[in-house]
């Protein structure tokens, strides 16, 4: 067999806002029995809904496909503030599985708004995340931009009146760029008190970063829909990995593109299950005589609570 390093990177994998989300549908299902509705993918993996469905959780696109008379959960990217309101006046259950550091943009966004100022938000167009940090303000008062280009067609309402923020799951590097482009345009705009992309994002991305130069080839397992995971893949290209391929899970892995390669990264988005990157190791030990190192840049401790309605007895 050929010899064969895995670089294993850490962290990978589900942070705690992804953690939280699937507890939230677990344990409302155990409350409340089966069905409880989700409004979207709880979070982007393809494995993490399905299982999730086979425990009886029914996953809609909106809530207008939610009876009245069942639980609905608002999935971990947030919801524009138009879908809780619509809940509240049909007198549904619902529980927001919106992921705490994406809330505490929505909180900055509306903070903003209320001192005057217009937001610009840095991020992809339709990405939930996006659509439901943009849908905390009314039209007009959240202007998107997804690269440092869009910055020089920005038409503001007042050019001294401006705050940004941004999608948590973003490059690191290219929001920099995005950022400065932003300052120097509008030299008076306002940023977040801490950074908007959030601690998985960041730590996912450095680990990349770390491993990079050991590897002549880098797998990202995730979804393709996972805005974080298609950036792991963007950071190992741009640190000089000539392959760097988004896998769902082993079935996915192109064998013929990785001949004659004696090293792979392996990492994975914050919505990936541990049990597909376990799964992905098995497949390369049955074709190689494999030496697994792991790369950790960070120790991650976060932990958020779920809702206290699905604490309370009864």
């Known amino acids: 067999m050929t010899a064969l390093t895995l670089y294993l990177a850490a962290p990978r994998g589900f942070c705690a806002g992804v953690d939280r989300a699937i507890k939230i549908v677990e344990m409302a299902l155990e409350k409340w029995g089966a069905p409880v509705y989700v409004r979207h993918e709880i979070v ?30 608002f999935s971990a990217h947030g919801v524009p503030k138009s879908v809780p309101e619509a809940a509240q006046a049909r007198q549904m259950l619902f529980v927001d599985a919106t992921c705490p550091l994406v809330s ?3 909180i900055e966004a509306e903070r903003h708004n209320e ?10 167009a339709g990405h939930p995340e996006t659509v439901g940090t943009m849908g905390q303000l009314p039209d007009g008062e959240v202007l998107l931009v997804e690269t440092a280009d869009d910055v020089a067609g920005l038409k503001v309402r007042d050019p001294s009146k401006l705050a ?39 730590n996912r991305q450095e680990a990349v970063k770390a491993i990079a130069p050991l590897i002549d080839a880098l797998l990202v397992i995730g979804a393709p829909n996972s805005s974080n995971s298609q950036r792991l ?67 991650e401790r976060v932990e958020f609570k779920v809702p206290r309605v699905l604490r309370e007895v009864g």
């Open 164 to 202: 940004y923020i941004t999608q948590t799951t973003l490059s690191v590097d290219d929001t920099a760029d995005v950022v400065a482009a932003l300052k120097a345009r509008f030299p008076t705009i306002v940023g977040p008190h801490k950074e908007d992309i959030c601690y998985a994002t960041t």
């Open 233 to 299: 893949v963007e950071v190992g290209r741009a640190k000089g990995c000539a392959y760097a391929q988004l896998v769902q899970r082993a079935a996915d892995i192109d064998w013929r593109a990785l001949d004659g390669v004696r090293s792979v990264g392996i990492t994975a988005g914050a919505s990936a299950p541990e049990v597909l990157i376990n799964e992905v190791i098995d497949a390369f030990h049955a074709r190689y005589d494999v030496t697994v190192e792991l790369v950790e840049t960070a120790k």
């Open 44 to 73: 982007h993996n393809k494995f993490v809904v399905d299982s999730l469905r086979d425990k009886g959780a029914v996953f809609v696109e909106e809530l207008d496909d939610c009876p009245d008379d069942r639980p609905v959960i």
């Open 115 to 124: 001192n005057g100022l217009q937001m610009v938000m840095i991020g992809h």
């Open 104 to 106: 505490k943009v929505h």
